[in-house]
T-cell receptor, first 107, second 112 residues
Framework: DAKTTQPNSMESNEEEPVHLPCNHS???????IHWYRQLPSQGPEYVIH???SNVNNRMASLAIAEDRKSSTLILHRATLRDAAVYYC????????FGAGTRLTVKP | SQTIHQWPATLVQPVGSPLSLECTVEGTSNPNLYWYRQAAGRGLQLLFY??????ISSEVPQNLSASRPQDRQFILSSKKLLLSDSGFYLCAWNRGGQETQYFGPGTRLLVL
C-alpha cells in the first residue's frame, strides 16, 4: 500500500504561513492526495485534496510536486484555531491515517 | 446541507457489558457509512463499512459488530466489552464513488 511520511510536529506563529510537508514516494498514478485535520477530542475534518495540479480552497492550498512524490499543505495565515493534527493520506477510500503532524500555533 | 450525528459523546462501561453506539446522517440518501476506532495519539483503524441497508463489511475481526437497519443509520455493537475496546469511535459517511469522507463528532468509550 502507498504510504505517507510526515514530520511528527511543527510550530508556527500566529498570522504567519505554515507549510506542512508530506512524502509519498510510492504513490500510484490514480491516488488522490488527501489532507484532513483533527482538533482535540473531535472527529477528523476534511481540508483539501488533489491529484496533480495545485489546489486552493477557503481553508488551505495544496502544492503537489511534479513527480507527485511529495506534497505540501499551505495554511496562508495560521490562527490559534488551526492548531491540530494534520493527516496526509492517499486513496481517500482507505482512511488509514498515520500519526500525522501535530501543529502548534503560538500567539 | 448534510450533517452526521453520533451518540453518546462519552461512555464509561464495565468489562463484559454490552455496547451500542449510534450514528445517523441527515441531508443525503444512500450514503456509504464507516466506523473507525482511534486509540489515544494514534491514527484511525477502519472497523466496518456499509454501502447499503443490511450490507456490512468487516475490516478487523474482533468482538464488535455493526448493523445498518435504515439507510442513514449505522450502529456499532458488542455483546461483551473488553478493556482493549476503549478508544475514540468515529462514524463517517461519503457518497458512492466519492473519496472524501465526512466524520461525526465521535464517541469516547472507556471500558473499566
Amino acid at each position: 500500500d502507498a504510504k505517507t511520511t510526515q514530520p511528527n510536529s511543527m510550530e508556527s506563529n500566529e498570522e504567519e504561513p505554515v507549510h506542512l510537508p508530506c512524502n509519498h514516494s510510492t504513490i500510484s498514478g490514480t491516488d488522490y492526495i488527501h489532507w484532513y485535520r483533527q482538533l482535540p477530542s473531535q472527529g477528523p475534518e476534511y481540508v483539501i485534496h488533489g491529484l496533480t495540479s495545485n489546489v486552493n480552497n477557503r481553508m488551505a492550498s495544496l502544492a503537489i510536486a511534479e513527480d507527485r512524490k511529495s506534497s505540501t499543505l499551505i495554511l496562508h495565515r495560521a490562527t490559534l484555531r488551526d492548531a491540530a493534527v494534520y493527516y496526509c493520506i492517499l486513496r481517500g477510500y482507505d482512511m488509514r491515517f498515520g500519526a500525522g503532524t501535530r501543529l502548534t500555533v503560538k500567539p | 446541507s448534510q450533517t452526521i450525528h453520533q451518540w453518546p459523546a462519552t461512555l464509561v462501561q464495565p468489562v463484559g457489558s454490552p455496547l451500542s453506539l449510534e450514528c445517523t446522517v441527515e441531508g443525503t440518501s444512500n450514503p456509504n457509512l464507516y466506523w473507525y476506532r482511534q486509540a489515544a495519539g494514534r491514527g484511525l483503524q477502519l472497523l466496518f463499512y456499509s454501502i447499503g441497508i443490511g450490507q456490512i463489511s468487516s475490516e478487523v475481526p474482533q468482538n464488535l459488530s455493526a448493523s445498518r437497519p435504515q439507510d442513514r443509520q449505522f450502529i456499532l455493537s458488542s455483546k461483551k466489552l473488553l478493556l482493549s475496546d476503549s478508544g475514540f469511535y468515529l462514524c463517517a459517511w461519503n457518497r458512492g464513488g466519492q473519496e472524501t469522507q465526512y466524520f461525526g463528532p465521535g464517541t469516547r468509550l472507556l471500558v473499566l
